[in-house]
C-alpha cells in the first residue's frame, strides 16, 4: 500500500494567519491526492481534489499544490471556522489510503 | 437533496459478524462508485472498500480484505458492508462515501454520511 504521511501532525496558529499543511507518499501518485477537512463528530468535507483543485463551495482561502510525492494544502488566512483536523489522501491506487491527520488548533 | 444514512452499527463479540447498510437518497447508488471509510476513536480515517458503479469491481484495504464484503442493491438504492470475523482493531465509526471517478482526476468523496458505529468487544 502507497503510505501517505502528513506534517505536522498538530499545529496552533491565530486567525488570519497563512497556514500550510504538507503531505508525503512513499511513492509518485502523480496529481491523485485530494484534502479532506474534518469537524469533531462530523463527517469530513472534501476541499481540494487532484492535488489543486478546488471543490464547489470551499472558500477560495483554500488551495492546493504538488505532483509526484509531495504535496501541501495552504489556508491564506485563517477563519474561526477552520479549525480542524486535515487529512490527504491518495486515489493513485485501487487501494486508497489517507495520511494521519494534521490538526489545527487556536493559538 | 443528497443523503446518506448509515445504520447497523453495534456491539458484537470477536469472531461475530455485522452487516452495515448505506440508505441513499437524491442520486441513484448504480451510477456512481461507492466506499466504506472508518476511523476508531480518537483516531483518523482509513479507507476500507470501495464498489465501481457496475458492481463489477471491488476493492478492500490490506486488513480486511477476505473478511469484508463491499456490496450494492440498485433496487434499494443501498449499499452494503458485511462484515465477518470481527476483530477489536475493527471498532471504529463506519461512514459509507459516495465516491467520484473519473480518467485523470482519480477518486474522490464528495458526500458522506453521518456514520454508524461498531465494537467489537467481550
Known amino acids: 500500500d502507497i503510505q501517505m504521511t502528513q506534517s505536522p501532525s498538530s499545529l496552533s496558529a491565530s486567525v488570519g494567519d497563512r497556514v500550510t499543511i504538507t503531505c508525503r507518499a512513499s511513492q509518485s501518485i502523480s496529481g491523485y491526492l485530494n484534502w479532506y477537512q474534518q469537524k469533531p463528530g462530523k463527517a469530513p468535507k472534501l476541499l481540494i481534489y487532484?492535488?489543486?483543485s478546488l471543490q464547489s463551495g470551499v472558500p477560495s482561502r483554500f488551495s492546493g499544490s504538488g505532483s509526484g510525492t509531495d504535496f501541501s494544502l495552504t489556508i491564506s488566512s485563517l477563519q474561526p471556522e477552520d479549525f480542524a483536523t486535515y487529512y490527504c489522501q491518495q486515489s493513485y491506487s485501487n487501494s486508497l489510503t489517507f495520511g494521519g491527520g494534521t490538526k489545527v488548533e487556536i493559538k | 437533496e443528497v443523503q446518506l444514512v448509515e445504520s447497523g452499527g453495534g456491539l458484537v463479540q470477536p469472531g461475530g459478524s455485522l452487516r452495515l447498510s448505506c440508505a441513499v437518497s437524491?442520486?441513484?447508488?448504480?451510477?456512481?462508485?461507492m466506499h466504506w471509510v472508518r476511523q476508531a476513536p480518537g483516531k483518523g480515517l482509513v479507507w476500507v472498500s470501495r464498489?465501481?458503479?457496475?458492481?463489477?469491481?471491488?476493492s478492500y484495504a490490506d486488513s480486511v480484505k477476505g473478511r469484508f464484503t463491499i456490496s450494492r442493491d440498485n433496487a434499494k438504492n443501498t449499499l452494503y458492508l458485511q462484515m465477518n470475523s470481527l476483530r477489536a482493531e475493527d471498532t471504529a465509526v463506519y461512514y459509507c462515501?459516495?465516491?467520484?471517478?473519473?480518467?485523470?482526476?482519480?477518486?474522490?468523496?464528495?458526500?458522506w454520511g453521518q456514520g454508524t458505529l461498531v465494537t467489537v468487544s467481550s
Open positions: 487532484v492535488a489543486s
Open positions: 464498489i465501481n458503479s457496475d458492481g463489477s469491481s471491488t
Open positions: 462515501a459516495r465516491g467520484l471517478h473519473s480518467y485523470g482526476f482519480g477518486d474522490r468523496n464528495d458526500y
Open positions: 437524491g442520486f441513484t447508488v448504480s451510477s456512481y462508485w
